[in-house]
Structures are given as structure tokens and as C-alpha cells.
């Protein structure tokens, strides 16, 4: 009868720590979008840090999630910035679905 009381107080620690730990060390990373390209096109944070994606040229772009631990998507537009904390591992593929060839990588480690 412990083992299943151990295991079970082990799952409550890694649950807590898990809420916890990106609270006290997240970090944001900023890509710029130009016209048209993300940059960088490759980067890569910590669980629970914020992407912030800020549109610096003049045509109309979006960040949309091809394949990856969550998809989201930002709306298609010219200016401003989209805003996104990434507390699931993994790659996440990204594009701008108006302009084929315009696509990025975040890695969540
Ligand atoms: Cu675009």
C-alpha cells in the first residue's frame, strides 16, 4: 500500500513544480516579421516563456501553426505584435500562410 501513496505524492510534487517553476524564470524572446520573413527563423526557449512576434514591414502577415504541441494563430495584419507563453514541449512549425516560403521553428525545451 505505499508504493501506490509514494507514487502518487511523487506526481502532486512534479504537478506543483511544474506550475511553479515557469512563474519564477520565464523569459520572452522577441521575432521580428519582416516583408517576408521571420526573425530569427530559428530559436529556441524555455517552457513557459513568451514569444512575442512584432511586425515590422508593411504587407499584411500572420503566425499560424502548421504542426507543433499546440496550435494558435495570430490574425492577418499589418502592424502591432501577437503575443504567445508556450508551456508545452516541443517544435512548433510556423508560417504565414500568405506567403509560401515564410515559415519559422520555435523549439520549447
Ligand atoms: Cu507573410
Redesign the pocket.
Known amino acids: 500500500m505505499r508504493k501506490p501513496l509514494a507514487a502518487l505524492s511523487a506526481l502532486a510534487a512534479a504537478a506543483l513544480l511544474g506550475v511553479a517553476a515557469p512563474s519564477v524564470e520565464s523569459a520572452s524572446r522577441t521575432v521580428r516579421?519582416t516583408?517576408?520573413a521571420f526573425s530569427p527563423s530559428s530559436t529556441s526557449v524555455r517552457r513557459g516563456d513568451t514569444v512575442t512576434w512584432r511586425w515590422t514591414?508593411r504587407?499584411?502577415?500572420?503566425v499560424v501553426v502548421k504542426s507543433g504541441p499546440v496550435r494558435f494563430q495570430s490574425s492577418l495584419k499589418r502592424s502591432g505584435t501577437f503575443k504567445r507563453r508556450l508551456t508545452r514541449r516541443g517544435t512548433y512549425s510556423i508560417v504565414?500562410?500568405?506567403?509560401s516560403g515564410?515559415a519559422m521553428k520555435v523549439r520549447v525545451r
Open positions: 516579421i516583408d517576408n514591414g504587407a499584411a502577415h500572420n504565414c500562410t500568405i506567403h515564410m
